[in-house]
């Protein structure tokens, strides 16, 4: 008995002591590892990479940049069916244990010593909480210190931090494949939906996904995906979160995606998106744009955007089309599967309804031609094979742009068509309605151009389009593109004259005109469009609306470059203009954005604007850090509440650039030219529009730039390679640019009444003979006008000609009803008739 007691003391003692040695073992172990851990206080202030959007005016989404697709959602904001997916797929305990599942290690311990020796990766044992601690504080090696480093974070993570603020950690940064980052922008990018849209099957397919998303991707492993997906269903209906009703129904849900594009999704706005893009780039720099979480609100206008776009390309392709058929894109051996050898070719992605076509087979009267196959989200082609039918109509624009065939027009399909050629098609319509399975030829055109489309009361960018195509060409070519504005500039010039003493009915000579332009340049000689042809005596407002040349090389003769240059500077079309008289006819360079400016200052009674995209910019917090809208709002905040105090006012301390009521005369001679001028064509929207063609020397840049009382638009059309547009009218801005924006003004304006251009006070509006400028007799209303004067000046009796002067450099007075002689030239400095 003795010995026995003896034994078990013995026994107790060594177990004692084997006790003590392994709590020693593991306190050592923990303080070995627990050394060198990463401190888990960051977590606190965690500010995960955010991606930042862009939106429409009206709140569309325009754009998403990011590095790490993540839209950071409170768990307050997340629905209760997504958050228990989650908890079935990976630690349906986690409101229970303290940071570790000690029965899941168990399970993992015992299923690595019957792997042992298999290569098998060991089954992990990770906690949300554990996985939150890997995926912020660790690294993903395998190993067992990296497991007990994880375990120690995880206990001393569960005791600073609520369960709710860790599995918030967790759902926001979790990586769930195609570039989502997170249960909110993953409900976005797999099916299109906000999380409180998604349904069991869908909320289980996302919480299947965090340990090998790849592995489970909806095409590429779509069985096993759909397993993974069931899996989770049935844990919801094993710990009785969801019936067992809905569990079958959840089941038998297909899994279908909608993968979301990654780039701009109002159609039409890639230009524009583009451009927001630099824009906060430059603010900000590249990590707050992609990780950011910034939210943009733009002053993009989707509807107007789409109707700019519209009208640009159809007259570019109007235009292009015009100069012939130029060929096919590449031809393509049709024998085989010609699906799967289309869709190898990069066709346009932005050129809607436009499809890419291959020729199957040929007739006089039609070609049948096979679509090119979409792909799925694992980049497999569609095996699905469309045709259709190009008839004859749908070819008889595609004239030879070469050749002995050259100008001819097409009598059989044939003729232009052979099998193999990959062209563009687009639906035929007749009579405005399409025609069934029937298609037109397309091409994409080689001439460009831009425009953009302004409100000129604030300066707010509603539209731009940068070229035909952003998918064929990311050049803005509203922004980027420096071309000569042409004859659109010469309203900058008036304006200057008109600010400092001209009036419309300022008389001009239009006449022949040497300048010297000295140090071996060489004789300059002007002319009008018209050339051999002029009218003498002429008004500025005639002079305007005709566009002369030497009227306005005369004129900025008699007021002087330097202050041209001014306004022109003012105004923001040139930063500097150099003081050759070639520059008062559009000889500089500039863009279409800053020409639509320089028009608005004009539409809105001269006061400045400042281009922008932008109109407001939020941080991650919802605090506004950009606002484009400066103005004063007097009266705004009322923190006493409404006591019939005087309503707020917007105070308005923008620059003045110029008079209001030289910009109401301006603009009175642009709606001149609409009338009766250049751009007679515009005058068929039958409502307020004034405006100006430009037409470069060469005709290498057509123009437009103009304004209703409420948008402003500047249109050019160009080669990319300056090069002739072609000859006579048929190459003016007149025939190119304006008929552009008489179809967008069309549909801009279709919905907004007649409403005139405001009339400043001070101005006053006098009855004038239309051809001299003179004021109208009594009862005289045949070839008059009313004209806009500023007090202190009115229509003369009898006026002082620029350009005719007597032999001591005084202006002669000319008599109304007589001409001066307009047969001598002399050279510049003389003060004679030149």
């Not at 069931?230 to 089941?251: F, M, P, T």
């Not at 640009?312 to 599967?337: F, N």
Request: aromatic share 8%; hydrophobic share 40%.
């Amino acid at each position: 008995m003795r010995l026995l007691v003896r034994f078990l003391g013995f026994l107790f003692a060594a177990g004692t002591v084997v006790f003590l040695v392994a709590v020693a073992g593991v306190a050592g172990a923990i303080w070995h590892f627990s050394k060198d851990l990463p401190d888990y206080s960051q977590l606190q202030d965690y500010e995960p990479p955010v991606m930042t959007r862009v939106h429409a005016a009206d709140g569309s989404l325009l754009g998403e940049y990011a590095k790490e697709r993540r839209l950071y959602l409170p768990i307050q904001a997340v629905p209760k069916l997504v958050i228990n997916a989650f908890l079935a797929a990976e630690d349906k305990n986690f409101y229970e244990h303290g940071g570790v599942d000690y029965s899941g290690m168990a399970r993992a311990a015992l299923l690595y010593v019957q792997n042992y020796g298999s290569n098998r990766r060991p089954q992990g044992a990770s906690t949300i909480t554990q996985q939150v601690a890997k995926n912020f504080l660790l690294t993903n090696e395998v190993s067992f210190s990296r497991k007990i480093k994880e375990a120690l974070l995880a206990m001393r993570i569960e005791r600073a931090y609520s369960k709710d603020k860790i599995l918030e950690l967790y759902l926001n940064e979790i990586y769930l494949g195609l570039g989502a980052y997170g249960i909110a922008a993953a409900s976005l990018v797999y099916f299109d939906k906000s999380v409180n849209e998604l349904t069991i099957a869908e909320a289980s397919y996302l919480a299947s996904l965090p340990k090998a998303p790849a592995a489970l991707h909806p095409v590429k492993n779509h069985d096993r995906a759909v397993e993974r997906r069931n899996y989770v269903i049935d844990r919801l209906q094993e710990n009785g979160w969801i019936k067992a009703s809905d569990a079958d129904k959840a089941r038998k849900e297909p899994l279908l995606v909608a993968n979301r594009a990654n780039s701009t999704h109002t159609f039409a706005g890639e230009y524009f998106a583009e451009e927001v893009r630099r824009d906060i780039f430059e603010r900000y720099g590249e990590k707050k744009l992609y990780e950011g979480g910034l939210s943009v609100r733009t002053t993009l206008d989707p509807k107007i955007q789409v109707e700019a776009r519209k009208t640009m390309v159809a007259g570019l392709v109007r235009y292009d089309e015009e100069q012939g058929y130029r060929g096919p894109i590449q031809k393509l051996d049709v024998s085989g599967d010609w699906g799967v050898k289309l869709a190898d070719i990069k066709s346009l992605s932005d050129v809607s309804p436009w499809q890419m076509a291959v020729v199957l087979e040929t007739s006089d009267q039609s070609a049948r031609v096979g679509f090119q196959p979409g792909r799925d989200l694992g980049g497999a082609v569609s095996k699905e094979r469309k045709t259709g039918l190009v008839s004859l109509d749908g070819v008889k624009w595609a004239k030879a742009a070469a050749g002995p065939a050259k100008g001819r027009t097409p009598t059989a399909v044939s003729q232009v068509l052979s099998p193999g050629d990959v062209i563009y098609v687009d639906p035929l319509f007749k009579d405005g309605n399409p025609v069934d399975g029937q298609y037109r030829l397309e091409q994409i055109p080689e001439v460009s151009g831009a425009m953009v489309v302004m409100d000129p009361n604030t300066g707010r960018v509603l539209a731009m389009v940068g070229g035909f195509s952003f998918d064929q060409s990311q050049f803005n070519r509203a922004t980027q593109a420096y071309r000569q504005p042409g004859s659109s500039f010469k309203p900058i010039v008036y304006s200057s004259a008109l600010d400092n003493g001209y009036t419309p009915s300022t008389q001009v000579v239009d006449a022949p005109i040497e300048i010297d332009q000295g140090q071996g340049g060489g004789v300059w000689r002007p002319e009008n469009f018209s050339n051999g042809k002029y009218l003498g005596p002429t008004t500025l407002r005639n002079a305007l609306r005709l566009s002369l040349n030497t009227v306005t090389v005369r004129l900025a003769q008699d007021i002087g470059m330097p202050l041209i240059s001014e306004y022109a500077r003012r105004f923001g079309v040139y930063d500097e203009l150099p003081n050759y008289l070639s520059y008062a006819l559009g000889a500089g360079e500039t863009t279409a954005v800053r020409m639509v400016t320089a028009y608005s200052m004009l539409a809105n009674g001269g006061r400045r604007v400042k281009p922008t995209l932008i109109d407001r910019i939020q941080d991650r917090y919802g605090h506004t850090i950009f606002k484009h809208d400066a103005r004063e709002c007097r009266g705004c905040e009322a923190p006493g509440g409404w006591k019939n105090q005087p309503e707020p006012q917007l105070i308005d301390r923008r620059e003045q650039v110029l008079d209001a009521m030289t910009a109401y005369q301006i603009t009175s001679m642009l709606e001149g030219v609409v009338q009766a001028g250049t751009a007679t064509v515009v005058k068929e929207v039958g409502k307020p529009i004034a405006g100006k063609t430009g037409t470069t020397n060469e005709a290498k840049d057509a123009w437009f730039v103009g304004f209703s009382p409420d948008v402003a638009v500047a249109i050019y059309m160009g080669y990319d390679k300056p090069r002739p547009l072609g000859r006579g009218n048929a190459a003016t801005g007149g025939h190119l640019a304006a008929p552009i924006a008489r179809d967008f003004f069309k549909l801009a304006l279709a919905d907004k009444p007649a409403t005139p251009f405001k009339i400043p006070a001070g101005i006053k509006l006098i009855r004038v003979i239309a051809k001299t400028g003179m004021r109208a007799g009594p009862g005289e209303t045949g070839g008059t006008i009313l004209e806009a004067f500023k007090p202190g000046t009115a229509p003369p009796d009898n006026y002082s000609v620029i350009g005719v002067a007597d032999a001591d450099g005084s202006r002669t007075l000319i008599p109304q009803g007589t001409s001066p002689d307009a047969g001598s030239i002399m050279r510049p400095g003389t003060g004679g008739l030149y």
